[in-house]
């Protein structure tokens, strides 16, 4: 079943919804045990500071999987 906020892709709430899947399979790419990924759509490592630079995430210096 699709959300109903993809009716309105250009919504904050469409736009929320999707960073909130982003980062709950970006926890679970990133956790010690396997855990299923809810599709393919994950969190990109990087930080994206106010002046924009940009870092890595806290305690991931370089991406999970290539080290």
């Known amino acids: 079943m699709v959300d109903d906020c993809f009716e ?3 919504s904050t709430e469409c736009v ?6 982003a980062e709950d399979n970006w926890l679970r790419y990133t956790a010690d045990e396997i855990i299923p990924l809810k599709g393919h759509l994950l969190k990109y490592p990087v930080k994206v500071e106010a002046d ?3 870092r890595p995430l806290p305690n ?3 991406f999970p999987d290539v080290g």
Do not use: A, L
């Not at 929320?16 to 899947?21: E, G, L, P, Q, Y």
């Open 60 to 62: 991931h210096e370089c």
């Open 8 to 10: 309105k892709p250009d």
């Open 52 to 54: 924009g630079r940009v």
């Open 16 to 21: 929320k919804f999707v960073n909130r899947i």
